[in-house]
């Protein structure tokens, strides 16, 4: 196994669980709301970015039709770059709501990147996974 699938396995896993803990929709309370997850297969674009569709981690739509509510992203150890800001960061924050989830230790570094490139964030949120527990998710 590579460092790249086992990063890949990691990142895919950690969307999957932040989708079902945090975005669980429809639900009881919004059930008007539906979520979309594009890892790791694509399922719905929020638009095109340099002429290709572009592809969130986690969409939220409102439903009926496919209002766009919010979108993740979700980053690993090596994703919270100047690169994953400009390319994946930038973009969505230029569609709508975004939500930035990155691993525990990384707010600061994930700050200062929507700082210096003026990416609004609809928030930043930090996630680790805990032995016993599981995800755990604090706001940053």
């Given amino acids: 196994m590579t460092v790249k699938y086992l990063r890949d396995q990691r990142h895919q896993g950690t969307v999957a669980e932040i989708a079902n803990s945090r975005f669980p929709f429809p639900s009881a309370d919004h059930p008007d709301m539906e979520t979309v997850v594009n890892v790791p297969t694509h399922r719905m674009s929020v638009g095109k970015v340099l002429g290709k569709d572009f592809f969130p981690d986690i969409v939220v739509v409102g439903r009926p039709g496919q209002w766009l509510r919010m979108m993740v ?20 924050s230029e569609f709508g709501d975004l939500f930035v989830y990155v691993p525990a230790g990384y707010a600061d570094a994930a700050k200062k990147l929507c700082k210096k490139h003026k990416i609004r964030v609809k928030g930043i949120r930090t996630w680790r996974f805990q032995p016993v527990w599981g995800l755990a998710v604090a706001q940053a």
């Fill in 73 to 92: 992203q979700v980053e690993t150890a090596d994703s919270v770059t100047e690169d994953s800001a400009m390319t994946r960061w930038l973009p969505c």
